[in-house]
């Protein structure tokens, strides 16, 4: 019989309905369960990507054996950490602390009651092996304590959150960084640069995506050419490599290797979205062609792959599919042998395609299979292209990794943003057409107002097959989603757009802001946890703390809001504090100290909306790569809502665009390579 799980809107949880282990979802009934039987929560966090979660799944929690362990002494709770960040959140921060700066997932750990952790760890096999016990030893031996010495286990149990909740210093004076202080964080990148494979640091490597859109918008401001040097080195070693799917587009969440060869295979959303824009202003900074084909085809198989029936995209790939011989594998879908490449394409195209792709007979994966890498383009870049749809069709007849359909908002918020900007730039309006059927999704289900239908204003976490799940977003959610509204309001110049934006940067500075200007993960109001979360840091994906400072920005540019730009600022303090010591947990605060610096920079577009020349104005403003601009477009004949429109006039009956700091303007020009000088000119000056 399926267990209390099978009601969830999460498809990791939906994969444990089945186990035998008589899971609880997260909330107060089973803390209320555990202090009823007196017995420790077992909480189990993961996600449906995760190859180790499904391990541990299938040799311990689908084994009958263990299951009533399990259920004869605890409360097993589990979480999709994707759903819920901010127990995942608080509890890694124990695991880590109590595992030597090691952490993971699965994330395995044991609780009292109350939801203090005692005992965390990550997997466990079902066989002691290389020092580490059994799943079942360590149930025995948490049991025995729990038993034996219970109130030494809840002694420290509470040591232990009140260690973890006790204050930090995390905040400075509320200033954002110098230019000399991002001028010593990318000196500090640089000596941290792998100069012989791109990227950073050593096995395992995953793709740079927030330092990377930092050094392009530092090349922007200063012209330095270090920092572009290393963004177009490490974009060329990471799409060339096994980290890119070679035939279907996209990357897998990170390199087992340094070089790139090897991905660990699952495919993330929030990777995706934020490559998709990185190749895109490499693109627009360089012209590219190499960076463009990459953002194509990346952005190609998220809509192809990824979206859902609703319109928005789901969270992620497996990593393992099932093999020739049935058995689930990692990386089966995606790995060759010599003999399959001839078997598809024959022996001339065989033997081409795999010097091309530097498939071996030795493999570069297991079991003499290899990961396609194109080390470089061939001449015949044509037969490049016929290859690779022959073996993209051959490839679909395999059993397919699986899919973890479910939405999550931040992570639709940093797609939306990433397609509506290729969309505009590469000339694809489906690619547009694709960011806005998302945003009118996470707006009527995410941002669902109530039954008079008026709007709300506060979002919620994930939803899946169109239905709201039941967990409040954190602060990721309200910053990326309205970064993503952001987006679209440049390309669309729909004011809605914005009017949403605002609806959210509101709520940030209502529910998730300290007094001293400082942020947190989840709002004041939210459940409370042994701590309330609070990290400044990039993960996967931008800190909640530093997306917010950017979606507070750009919001304050376009209405010209002192309150809204002084509070990005205050919330920029911690960056000059981080950037000295770690720049590479904080690229996406340096990113938006860079806007900081060289902002507000307003370019404001004026004319008929169905003239010619206003749409040229439009696309030239749309292509600087000046780190602190927004773009904002009207038709004189309507009433603007939009400060930065307002009592701008096209000059001499012909469409007219301003570029503006703080709403004071330059002289209006009205032809688009003099638009396109006047931006670059103040970018130079601004260095």
């Known amino acids: 019989m399926p267990n209390r799980l099978a009601g969830s809107t ?42 180790w979660c499904h391990v541990m799944a299938h040799e311990s929690f689908e084994d009958e054996a263990t299951a009533a362990i399990v259920n004869a002494g605890f409360v097993a709770v589990k979480v999709d950490r994707e759903e819920r960040p901010d127990v995942d959140a608080v509890y890694m921060e124990a695991t880590v602390a109590l595992n030597g700066g090691q952490g993971g997932w699965p994330m395995t750990v044991f609780a009292t009651p109350d939801g203090e952790p005692f005992h965390c760890g990550t997997y466990y096999p079902n066989e002691a092996r290389q020092g580490m ?75 740079p995506s927030m330092v990377l859109e930092f050094l392009l918008r530092h090349h922007a401001r200063t012209e330095s050419e270090a920092a572009l040097g290393i963004v177009q080195e490490t974009c060329e070693a990471m799409a060339r490599g096994g980290l890119y799917d070679q035939l279907g587009g996209g990357f897998a969440r990170y390199s087992v290797d340094e070089a790139w060869v090897v991905p660990h295979f699952e495919k993330m959303l929030y990777d995706n979205a934020q490559l998709i824009r ?48 049935g058995h689930s594998v990692e ?66 007849k395999r059993e397919r990794p699986g899919r973890d359909d479910k939405v999550v908002a931040a992570w639709n918020g940093l797609t939306i943003a990433a397609l509506a900007e290729a969309g505009t730039l590469f000339s694809r309006p489906d690619l547009l057409d694709a960011a806005l059927a998302a945003a009118d999704l996470l707006v009527a289900v995410h941002l669902g107002g109530d039954e008079d239908d008026e709007l709300g204003d506060r979002l919620v976490r994930t939803s899946r097959d169109g239905r709201p799940g039941p967990n409040a977003g954190v602060l990721e959610d309200y910053a990326d989603v309205a970064e993503g509204f952001l987006a679209l309001y440049a390309v669309t110049t729909d004011d809605a757009w914005l009017t949403f934006a605002g609806v959210l940067v509101d709520v940030i500075l209502g529910h998730f802001v300290d007094e001293s200007g400082a942020l947190y993960d989840t709002a004041d109001d939210a459940e409370e946890l042994f701590r309330r979360p609070q990290d400044p840091t990039d993960g996967v994906t931008p800190s909640g703390w530093t997306g917010a400072a950017g979606a507070l920005l750009g919001y304050a540019a376009y209405l010209g809001s002192a309150e809204h730009r002084e509070a990005a600022g ?39 909306r169905d003239d010619d020349a206003t749409w040229a104005l439009y696309l030239t403003a749309l292509m600087t ?24 006039t096209p000059v001499g009956g012909r469409p007219a665009a301003y570029v503006c700091r703080h709403f004071t303007c330059d002289a209006p020009v009205t032809d688009p390579e003099q638009l396109a000088d006047q931006v670059l000119a103040k970018a130079v000056a601004r260095a």
């Open 625 to 648: 790569t000046a780190p602190g601009a927004v773009v904002a477009m009207g038709d004189p004949a309507e009433d603007p809502p939009v400060p930065l429109l307002r009592d701008r």
């Open 331 to 396: 990386g089966a879908f995606y790995v060759w042998t010599p003999a399959e490449l001839v078997e598809v394409l024959g022996a001339e195209d065989g033997a081409w395609a795999a010097d091309v792709f530097a498939v071996t007979e030795e493999g570069t994966f297991e079991h003499g299979r290899s990961v396609l890498r194109l080390v470089d383009d061939p001449e015949d870049f044509e037969r490049l292209t016929d290859v690779r749809a022959k073996l993209l069709a051959a490839r679909g």
């Open 278 to 325: 990185v190749y895109t202003h490499l693109w627009r900074a360089t012209g590219s062609e190499f960076a463009r084909r990459i953002a194509l085809q990346t952005a190609d198989f998220v809509v192809r792959e990824l979206r859902t029936p609703e319109g928005a995209f789901a969270s992620a790939l497996d990593a393992d599919s099932v093999d020739a011989e």
């Open 133 to 207: 016990p059994s799943f079942r030893q360590l149930l025995h031996a948490v049991k025995a304590a729990w038993n034996d010495r219970n109130d030494e286990v809840r002694r420290t149990g509470t040591q232990i959150a009140a260690s973890l909740a006790a204050p930090r210093e995390l905040y400075t004076d509320g200033a954002a960084p110098t230019a000399e202080e991002l001028d010593a964080a990318l000196s500090l990148l640089a000596r941290e640069y792998d100069t012989a494979h791109g990227g950073f640091g050593h096995a395992p490597k995953f793709p």
């Open 10 to 51: 999460s498809p990791y949880l939906l994969q444990h309905a089945d186990n035998p282990v008589e899971w609880w979802p997260w909330g107060e009934e089973a803390f209320a369960e555990a202090r009823r039987r007196d017995v420790p929560i077992l909480l189990s966090v993961g996600y449906s990507a995760c190859h």
């Open 570 to 608: 205050r919330a920029l303090g911690v960056v000059r504090m981080l950037a000295a010591r770690t720049p590479r947990g904080i690229g996406w605060g340096l990113a938006v100290a860079e806007a900081w610096l060289d902002g507000p920079r307003e370019i404001a577009v004026v004319g008929p």
